[in-house]
């Protein structure tokens, strides 16, 4: 896993992030953030997720299902959460009686749990 300290090099290892990358922040006191958001190149991007826990940004259309989001990892992973206003939320795969998350947005954050190698190609919505 990788971190990052303010001023302190010695116990961090976190390398630049790249578009669409995930990560978690500690807020310590309230802050304003302005990100830089450039176009986006082609219609599809792709990833190669090895088995474990992956962070990534949802880069398709509003009110995308689960289901349909993670569907390029269809039998390659156990489970995938996002955190939201309201709490953590939750979905795995055929199992909507304990699943809980509602359709990603664009730049939603989550993790996956990926359980084989797999090479997923999400959309870049406009």
């Given at each position: 896993m990788e971190r990052y300290f303010p001023d302190r090099p010695d116990?961090?290892?976190m390398g630049p992030l790249?578009?669409?990358?995930?990560?978690?922040?500690?807020i310590t006191q309230p802050v304003t953030c302005t990100t830089p958001v450039t176009a986006a190149s082609g219609s599809?991007?792709?990833?190669?997720?090895?088995?474990?826990?992956?962070?990534?940004?949802?880069?398709?259309?509003?009110?995308?299902?689960p289901e349909q989001a993670f569907a390029c990892a269809a039998g390659n992973y156990a489970a995938a959460y996002r955190f939201t206003d309201a709490g953590l939320e939750r979905f795995?795969?055929?199992?909507?009686?304990?699943?809980?998350?509602g359709p990603?947005?664009?730049?939603?954050?989550?993790?996956?749990?990926?359980?084989?190698?797999?090479?997923?190609?999400?959309?870049?919505?406009?």
């Open positions: 116990i961090s290892n790249s578009k669409y990358d995930a990560f978690l922040i500690l599809s991007r792709t990833l190669q997720w090895g088995v474990g826990w992956h962070n990534e940004g949802w880069s398709g259309a509003d009110g995308t299902p795995f795969p055929n199992r909507p009686d304990i699943s809980n998350m990603l947005n664009k730049y939603d954050p989550f993790l996956i749990l990926v359980t084989a190698p797999v090479s997923c190609t999400m959309p870049i919505a406009q």
